[in-house]
């Protein structure tokens, strides 16, 4: 099995602002407005975000977790 092989499941804040072609702190900041959703904790500290959810997000089958934010 190559490295190309492996699918990501959860992504740090750098990586998951990379994988929507994003400045951290774009992210971060649509993250604070509800248009994003926020991260999980892995083993009670680490935060990091589904990627399952953030691509659900972007091809629009998984409702936004704030609908009602302005940027």
Do not use: C
């Not at 993250?31 to 994003?36: I, M, P, R």
């Not at 680490?46 to 609908?67: F, H, S």
């Amino acid at each position: 099995m190559g490295q190309h092989d492996l699918q990501m499941l959860y992504a740090s804040e750098r990586s998951a602002a990379r994988l929507l072609d994003m400045k951290p702190t774009e992210f971060r900041a649509l993250v604070d407005a509800g248009a994003l959703p926020r991260p999980v904790k892995i083993a009670g500290a680490v935060e990091r975000w589904r990627v399952q959810d953030l691509d659900a997000i972007l091809q629009g089958t998984k409702p936004k977790p704030n609908e009602e934010f302005d940027l």
